[in-house]
Each structure stands twice: as C-alpha cells, then as structure tokens.
C-alpha cells in the first residue's frame, strides 16, 4: 500500500539550478497538491490540480510549475533554485478535494 | 494574507489535561474542516474533520467545536498523552486546501 510517494527524500541543488521533485500516487485520486512547509509558517500551497491535464495555482506558485499528464504523476518543477526555495516540499492526494493524504516529504535545501 | 488563522503557536499540557487549540477563518465558502496531526519527518496526516453544517463532532479523545457565525473552530484533546505529542494543523477546504501555521503540543508526563 504505497499511497502517495515523493522522490527525492533529500536533495541539495545550487542556486541557479534546476530540479524536478516527482510524485506518484496509486490511489486513481483526482486531486494533487504540491505544498511547502517552513518553519511557524504552516502549509503553504504551491499548486494543485483537480484531474488530468488541469492544473491551478495556489498560494506561493513563483519559482515553480507542475504538470499533469497523467492520473498517478503530478511532478513538480523547480526552476533557476533560489535560496528562499529551501523548505520541506509536501505532495499530496485527494479523491474529492477534502480529506488530503499527504506524502513523506522532500527535503530541499538551496545553497 | 493567511486565509486561517491558528493560535497558540506551542502548547504545553500536562499529562491528563486538556488541549486546546483555536483557529479563524475567513472566506465563508470554506465548507470542510479537519485538523491534521504531524510527528516529526513525518507527513500530516488526518485527525478529525467537520462540515459547518454541524456544531461540534467527537472521535474519542478528540473533539472539534464549530462555531459558524463567529467562522471559528477549535480543537479539545481530553486526557491528553504524552504520545499525542505532535505539531497539529488546522485547515480548511473548497477544493483547494489551506492550512493553519501550526501548533507543537508537548504533553508532559
């Protein structure tokens, strides 16, 4: 039962580099969602995407893009790495945009 | 601008007592309410949830209290363990998910 899975776990870029955090989910949930977490500051939402082929911005969408091709895979893209960048990247799942199943987390850290 | 608003941002409770937490929300077209637990290195994970078409909603040692007019909603944790040690996140939902800063309780023994 392996839900909703990020890769990678823990990642140090450069800045100015680029990276894609990728994430899969087996539960066929129309909902996806990337979310950061910093410190005091809570959830904040990057993107989300309520099916295939349609995404949305959330809250703090500036320095990233997603994708959604397919059902299973929500990527998200990091362009041109910035310090500000470094936090702990949350994908998620839902199948009807309430209860949301979170990921492990991926450790991001901008140098 | 944070759309919920939580507080206290930590919280110490002796074992056996009651936990406290209270969030505010704006946007009145917010219709979901959960509150979601977090142990460190570890993804949040559902607790318990309300819609606001009822008062108050209780799973065992966990109660939230919903107060619509004043778009307020708290979380009461009884008898509370030091195993219920955990940052815990308030949010709310109309298809997009927006979560509270967070609260870290420590129960202690």
């Known amino acids: 039962n392996a839900g909703v899975t990020q890769t990678p776990k823990f990642r140090i870029l450069k800045i100015g580099q680029s990276m894609t955090l990728q994430c899969t989910q087996d539960?066929?949930?129309?909902?996806m969602y990337w979310y950061r977490q910093d410190p005091g500051m809570g959830l904040k939402l990057i993107y989300y995407?309520?099916?295939?082929?349609?995404?949305d911005k959330g809250e703090v969408p500036n320095g990233y893009n997603v994708s959604r091709s397919t059902t299973e895979d929500f990527p998200l893209r990091l362009e041109l790495a910035a310090p500000s960048q470094t936090s702990v990247y949350f994908c998620?799942?839902?199948?009807?945009?309430?209860?949301?199943?979170f990921g492990e987390g991926s450790w991001l850290t901008v140098v | 601008q944070q759309q919920v608003k939580q507080s206290p941002q930590s919280l110490i409770v002796q074992k056996g007592g009651i936990s406290i937490i209270n969030c505010a929300y704006e946007?009145?077209?917010?219709?979901?309410f959960p509150w979601y637990q977090q142990f460190p290195g570890k993804g949040p994970a559902l607790l318990i949830a309300?819609?606001?078409?009822?008062s108050e909603k209780k799973e065992g040692r966990f109660t939230i209290s919903f107060n619509k007019s004043a778009k307020q909603f708290s979380l009461h944790i009884m008898d509370s363990q030091p195993g219920d040690s955990a940052t815990y996140f308030c949010?709310?939902?109309?298809?997009?998910?927006?979560f509270g800063a967070g609260t870290r309780l420590t129960v202690k023994p």
């Open positions: 998620a799942s839902s199948p009807t945009g309430n209860t949301i199943y």
């Open positions: 995407s309520v099916g295939a082929g349609i995404t």
């Open positions: 949010a709310a939902s109309n298809n997009d998910m927006r």
């Open positions: 946007n009145t077209a917010f219709d979901y």
């Open positions: 309300i819609r606001p078409d009822v």
């Open positions: 539960m066929n949930h129309n909902y």
